[in-house]
């Protein structure tokens, strides 16, 4: 064993020195090497961050994994008593343990802006509507858990309506009249890009308790409400039967009750849907690693014929053939891991790089850590370059007669 271990250290460092000594023809062969090690361990590190983005831009229309809807409709076709099916839910979700359940609703609420009075897509929500589907507030804050008692009802506010009202700033409290029974007066504490609207349309969030207090009965009547709930992925389906089974048992005959996953992971299976642009530059970047090992054979070829002699003499002091062999190979295993080094080095400063970043995932809040598998690849694939293309001239050096490569 130590007979071994000291024959490797041994080639290891004569592949060093060689190196050295052709160090600009193999510096020119280990470019291309270098190069497509650092597009390879990039495709990986952005291809994780792009999935993060896309994941995240599905979950903030069918909420993170899992998410069931509940929809309640009349078989009667009479309004449908929100409170007792708002009442069912609450205590379904005590029940079960849920930690995250909001309604989810919409109606055309009209408000009073300077310029005359306009219809709204108001979207009825509770306060953990933002956390199931990582909605984002780009000023002010979403609603507390206090705000449905507010004597004002708060909202959040969509950027076409922000910019109806004048663009006024948030610190001031700015209001605004909602058309109604009451007339009341809505306080804006938020903006965000999440409404489920035309982005030039004006459109909010409020919380659908507030609103019950304000809103007149013919509004409370033609509100569409569902509620979700943010549960495990393995007990999902279980709760789908038993949230099911205790609404509709709290509500009365007249009414059905249908559950059902909303999010993306109960649709695609699993399946990345970024696969076919991964597999489109990552053959690229195989084919670059592949035409850099053809250049790093040919030269490695090259240093092997014109070596013969220092090879035959080597030979003829007793270095075995596998010394030979493994001592010419490591040499291009050498170079190639240090290219492959330096190639993960460049593709982290690109994956890291914070332009690239936002360019990427446009919207992502939850960017993943520099992927350590990417940088094992990365070097992993030099490695097996190196391999690959000192095996021929390897074997070349091995087959060569002492008493010719003495008089070469």
């Known amino acids: 064993m130590k007979r071994l271990l000291t024959g490797m250290v041994g080639a290891v460092v004569e592949a060093r020195a060689e190196l050295r000594i052709h160090r600009m023809r193999v510096l020119l062969s280990l470019v291309g090497v270098g190069v497509a090690v650092a597009a390879l361990t990039s495709v990986v590190g952005l291809g994780a961050i792009a999935q993060q983005s896309t994941v995240e831009s599905f979950e903030r229309s069918g909420g993170r994994p899992a998410t069931l809807s509940a929809q309640v409709y009349s078989e009667t076709g009479q309004p449908i008593a929100t409170d ?18 909001s309604s989810s609703g919409s109606i055309q609420q009209r408000v009073q802006f300077a310029d005359g009075v306009s219809g709204v897509n108001l979207q009825l929500v509770g306060v953990d509507y933002a956390t199931i589907h990582r909605l984002v507030v780009t000023d002010g804050a979403w609603f507390a858990d206090g705000d449905a008692d507010r ?28 058309a109604g029974a009451d007339g009341a007066t809505a306080v804006i504490i938020g903006i ?33 409400l569902a509620w979700e709930f943010w549960v495990p992925e393995q007990s999902a389906e279980d709760l789908t039967m038993a949230l099911k089974r205790d609404i509709a048992g709290s509500v009365g005959t007249d009414v059905t ?49 014109q070596r013969i002699r220092e090879i035959g003499i080597r030979r003829s002091f007793g270095a075995t053939a ?65 391999a690959l293309a000192g095996l021929l001239p390897a074997i070349v050096a091995v087959r060569v007669r002492v008493i010719d490569a003495i008089r070469y």
């Open 84 to 101: 007792a099916v708002a009442a069912a839910v609450d205590v379904a979700v005590e029940r079960y343990g849920i930690g995250h359940s």
């Open 151 to 178: 004597l004002a009802p708060a909202l959040i506010v969509n950027e076409a309506f922000w910019q109806r009202l004048g663009s006024p700033d948030l610190r001031t409290h700015p209001t605004v009249r909602l």
């Open 192 to 224: 965000s890009t999440g409404v489920y609207s035309d982005p030039l349309d004006p459109a909010a969030f409020m919380l659908r308790e507030a609103h019950e207090r304000i809103a007149d009965p013919a509004q409370l009547a033609g509100a569409q």
């Open 257 to 305: 009750v249908d559950i059902y996953r909303s999010d993306f992971a109960a649709f695609n299976d699993g399946e990345d849907p970024l696969l076919p642009i991964k597999l489109i530059v990552l053959g690229v970047a195989v084919l670059i690693l592949f035409l850099g090992a053809l250049s790093l054979v040919n030269i490695s070829l090259v240093t092997v014929r």
């Open 322 to 386: 596998g010394r030979v062999f493994f001592a010419v190979m490591m040499e291009s295993v050498v170079g190639t891991i240090v290219a492959g080094a330096i190639g993960v080095f460049i593709a982290v400063l690109v994956v890291e790089n914070p332009q690239v970043q936002q360019l990427i995932a446009q919207g992502a809040t939850d960017l993943p850590p520099f992927p350590i598998e990417a940088a094992l690849i990365g070097l992993g694939a030099s490695a097996a370059v190196g």
